[in-house]
């Protein structure tokens, strides 16, 4: 079974600290996408991740893949209000699993404190 | 301008009542996606589409129709809605699965059932 867990749900943090999301899958599908969902918005695509070891970058926000481990990390760097949001990430079951889901985690919600 | 649209965008009705809520696409994208979104349950997947006439169940798809006649339209049907699909929905596509697929999404529909 497909699954995709994200941690923490809720993060508070204040205005320039740095924190990272992690998330955790179990297929053995090797993309990784990260999106982004403002309040009573639709979801944005930020990141794709698409071998072991990618990594992409945005402003203050940093995205990684290690497909042996099945995990993904955001990283936010000195945080801005602006990046008080939702985010998501998910993964495809992608043909090596036989199924053409579209999983995504739970989401971490953001609030970015001044 | 490319994009992802849903119609409605909200919807009240009553139990039982037949609704369809409209998705269309204009990126000439082969995968197309329903997810309904509830409050920490993050974005399940209802239905999938690889291609015309190509569907799928994800993994919440009890009560739910699909149909994809056209490469652009791919339509959400409630035969006879209930209390437990209010939600907000969200249509999806991407270009195909077997490279990126990142997700572009509509502006969602919240439907209430009563």
């Known amino acids: 079974e497909l699954k995709v867990e994200q941690n923490p749900l809720f993060l508070s943090m204040q205005e320039g600290k740095n924190y990272t999301i992690y998330c955790n899958y179990s297929t053995t599908s090797d993309r990784l996408y990260w999106y982004r969902q403002d309040p009573g918005k639709s979801l944005e695509s930020l990141f794709v991740l698409l071998s072991n070891g990618a990594v992409k970058q945005e402003g203050r926000l940093m995205a990684s893949l290690d497909t042996k481990a099945r995990l993904s990390t955001l990283h936010i760097t000195a945080a801005v209000h602006d990046l008080s949001a939702t985010y998501f990430c998910?993964?495809?079951?992608?043909?090596?699993?036989?199924?053409?889901?579209?999983?995504f985690g739970t989401g971490t919600r953001l609030k970015v404190l001044a | 301008e490319a994009q992802v649209t849903q119609n409605p965008r909200y919807l009240i009705t009553v139990t039982g009542k037949k609704l369809t809520v409209t998705c269309s696409q204009n990126?000439?994208?082969?995968?197309m996606s329903w997810y309904r979104q509830d409050p920490g349950l993050g974005l399940r997947q209802i239905y999938y589409?690889?291609?015309?006439?190509?569907?799928d169940k994800g993994d919440v798809p009890e009560g739910y129709k699909v149909s994809r006649k056209e490469k652009r339209n791919f339509p959400l049907i409630l035969e006879s809605p209930s209390p437990n699909q209010t939600s907000l929905y969200f249509c999806?596509?991407?270009?195909?699965?077997?490279?990126?697929?990142?997700?572009?999404f509509g502006p969602g529909t919240r439907l209430t059932v009563t």
């Open positions: 999806a596509s991407s270009l195909s699965l077997a490279g990126v697929s990142e997700q572009y």
């Open positions: 998910a993964v495809d079951g992608g043909s090596t699993s036989g199924t053409y889901k579209y999983i």
């Open positions: 589409s690889m291609n015309v006439e190509v569907t």
């Open positions: 990126m000439n994208h082969e995968y």
